[in-house]
């Protein structure tokens, strides 16, 4: 059993401690967090399913203030498990590394930490072998992981040798006050940074990309022109692709996949917790050629789509499994990816 | 074990089947519904934990073309139960009345029906007993049935006669399209008719007020300016009144509570199926005293909260309870409420 | 001086009235609507700059009732016109053209309309000669106008063959409440009507697209890819044709053009009328090249953008200038616009 | 002729220059600012009807590069005037005061700056005498001022002691970025400070309140609940005080006023310049009774209201009028005040 642990459990961090908890050969040994927020308040209002240790600078007292037990600090979890998921705010991550430095454990981090904090810049479906064995991977961020599935799927089966997004992006998570946009769509400079991310993950393909944050937060929404290597990828072709994928659900509109938050609605009416879902969703309305390209849009579900990437890569990096068919199927499997087919 | 089912498997009606399903002395026997909606295909691909009934109209077929396995029709559903709970659309409840007098059944009305459709305009908390062995009761809306919580709750202490209400409400929930606004807030003619129901149910009370729609999906917060009968209500009363209530949560801004968001978010991370609250919030930090008057603020989640007053109703018109205190403690017991104190 | 009148005074009739009045070769007769709006009421108190009649079906008591003078009905209207704006809601363009055949006068009709109900389907810069003479023009939609300006643009001076366009679509006007979104990405059905509706301006150009609707009130963004026929058209072209284009403004987000309300907010403190703006917006910052392609980001101001074509539309029907450039260039200079150039 | 500049172009800086310029009996020297914002270039478009004074710290060579003339710097803008308007960011306006006072002028602070930054804390209708040969002077906050316009014009007339208000906050300006909210309501820590300000203005009344902010743009709406000190206020006593104040406009929901936005609307229809309004809104159809107390809401709009208060306050401290009455007649008549009734 593998033992693993989370450090900073805010919204990504609550769910991949779930998601390590649902894979058979992992055991989460713990969680690290500096301060009793809201989620750490309804970890102990459930009776603390998880242990939990302080991160250096933590006020101890107002834990105890809040009635919440503490197993332990930082220090203490690094000493029993084999690797960190480090889900901190951006640029923590970098300052946590030298302590598994000092350990001399493995420890994958988000998106929100400069590539240079890994040695892998990792993605499960399409460049598994590349972490193998690594002992520090930066998984890509919500919007690069769910666009790269459904580009590496299409490029898997028929080549794929350019592509061009926009991004309509969500601003903040349901439950944020502390960004939020209010009546405007606003602009980033481009290419946006999934664009480029994409081709450093899949360099043999060209993309570039359009970013547009939106008032809402249920989802982003992504639209990709693709073009293929091999010829023209046709709707049907597309489709039988998409479909036969494990982390893509593929919809239609007239089912009542209306939109972004249809999905979280679903999510929700499933009984998954929190409403999550780890696959992202490809409007089958939404697929269209045009000259020798193919146009799609997908939803990308942004507090759980990495989720399932981040069990690959704790895969790959202690080589549970030894390649990207293996590793991805046996994370699937534990998380019931695919199962709606 | 009293025999219910649900017609309307919508935002209401599946909460209804959950609230149901969780209580020991009842049998939800199955819901019905028109439509392979997206809660109706989400039920399919959990494996129909609910037996599904079709109302008249219904297309078969589009529900085999979805694979949804359809137990009967909704005069088999109507046949098996002792007491429907109808939360069909607003107007078809009054319809699907003249069905249940037919059948001999009881049947109980979400706030969406005209308050003629029953015998009783239904609060477990503040009018039990009126409910018991009636044949039709309409529970009071969602806002109504939360403000009346927090009144009823100073009232049974302290005494109130009269208070003058701000209804911030919200437009749509999660996942709807057919409602909206857009960066507005909107006005209704005063006085609500929030307002007005109270009065109906408290008819002791004397209360005004005024709604504004805002746009956004999770949760109306109410604003109560109320006046002592016996005297001026001081923070410190209330706030004791209110932290002893099984259906209010009492929460602070500085623990994390920042605002109707907040709740939504804490109840995803409790794991609560949904991420429902059944309770409403109360912020302490929003009691305030004015001259003989004490104001303060509450939390509504509008998806969830009429459903242990439902429970209630059951218990009250089917006599299985003989007051609001072992009614509303029975329904509390088993939902889980008040755990939390 | 040719003789113009407005039917419908919504949001697009106000424009049209006003742009007609900038025009100092037009005279703007007066307008029709049916109701005494908050924009009638707005003129009443403005003095009534421009007459007012009433199409059929008009309660005359409430316009009474209200203070505000009225001029005749409508067919008084009709008879003195050469030519009517028409901007009534979707539909009823269709009736009311009955009334203008009989009449023999010619009219113009907003996207709202169906294409049969005109002879032909105008755009300003991309088939002015098209409307030459014509008896019944419709306009192209408000996304669509402000889209072939920019396709047009390059097509003139490099030859575009297809494109591919991401259409983030306001879902209402400010002061709209009747339709409305709220915290939703909402999808259309693919191709967009927009890519469909430049094919038939454009034959030569092959383009689809897919359109999402976001929750704000303040100007659309479309992203388009597009492919040079005769080679690739690299930024620095792109920019020099855009900037020569009157009605195209170009921007930096590095000099406050953040997103679609910065449009707004200039336009507000230009001291434009109602903070319209009749020009698209072009992000320069927006602007990069994939392969043989290039993509850009415009801002369409959905209220406006159509009011300096359909006064093309008239110069073209009436003849009153023979080609695309001495028409556009009319309406450029009575509506100030290529000026902060 | 009184001279006056104003520092800080910003949302409130640009309607203080413009409110001043339309003051037949004022002259607005010009403005200073520190960068060359979207709202100094829409002046350079204009045709810099204002001068433009660079204050510390600006860097002259962005100005160059934009082509927007400079005339001097802030000393020299100093020099001119006898009275600065300044609506500087929060706290700057303090750090200028030093300024001010060497130059011995007088200035009159906007709400963001502490009220220890001035002599007086000042509103033109409730307490204009205090602000009589003043030398430092603060307005009122938007939301401050238009609700003591409406609880003032009670209380002149009939008396009031006591309010208890809800503030439905809107959370940003259109065009603004930088602060937002999506899809929350957030909650403030009671009692507000506009019921504290109140109170601070209008000592014999005593007032508390709950504040709760919102994601639009358009217009606070206020809701009131006030008690009368001589006996009840009647619905029909307060609409008649209403109806006779030059800064409040009463509407009604049926005539097409559905919410705040509805104002903004109107003030675009009516051709303002940035579709401003300078009276604050009230619903007739909100105003209700409740036992002795009447209850009204108002819509506050936040860019524009402070504007005529701030003219009044020029008046005040250079004895312009010598008091309330003659001193805000003379200001609404040049801003064109109450012309509506």
Known sequence: MVKVGVAGYGVIGQRLADGVALQKDMELVGIADLAPTLSIRALKERGMPYDLYLVEGADKAAFDAAGIPVKGCFADLIGKVDIMLDSSP??????????????????????????????????????????????????????????????DCLDRKYGVDRVAITIIRRVADPGDYHRGLTNALQMDKAPSHQALDL??????????????????????????????????????????????????????????????????????????????????????????????????????????????????????????????????????KYLGLGKWK
């Not at 993605?123 to 064995?133: R, T």
């Not at 999510?267 to 998954?272: E, K, P, S």
Request: charged residues 20%; proline residues 3%.
């Open 90 to 151: 951006g640029g923590v991550g970098a300052k946590n590394k030298e302590r598994y430095e000092k350990a001399g454990i493995r420890a994958i981090f988000q998106g929100g930490e400069k590539n240079s904090v890994a040695d892998v810049f990792f993605h499960g479906y399409a460049n598994y072998e590349k972490g193998l064995g690594a002992q520090y991977l930066k998984l890509t961020s919500c919007n690069t992981t769910g666009l790269i599935r459904s580009v």
């Open 199 to 332: 081709m450093t993950i899949m360099p043999h393909v060209e993309a570039t990309g359009i970013l547009v944050h939106t008032p809402v937060t249920h989802g982003h929404i992504i639209t990709v022109v693709a073009h293929g290597k091999q010829g023209k990828i046709r709707k049907d072709m597309a489709l039988a692709a998409f479909k036969a994928h494990d982390r893509i659900r593929v919809v239609r509109i007239e089912d009542g996949f209306l939109g972004n938050a249809s999905f979280f609605r679903y999510a929700r009416d499933l009984g998954n917790p929190r409403g999550d879902m780890y696959e992202i969703g490809l409007w089958e309305d939404s697929i269209v050629e045009s000259g020798d390209h193919i146009m799609y849009a997908i939803n990308i579900p942004q507090e759980s789509v990495t989720i399932p990437e981040t069990m690959d890569a704790i895969r790959a990096a202690l080589r549970m499994q030894p390649d990207a068919a293996s590793g991805t199927a046996e994370t699937n």
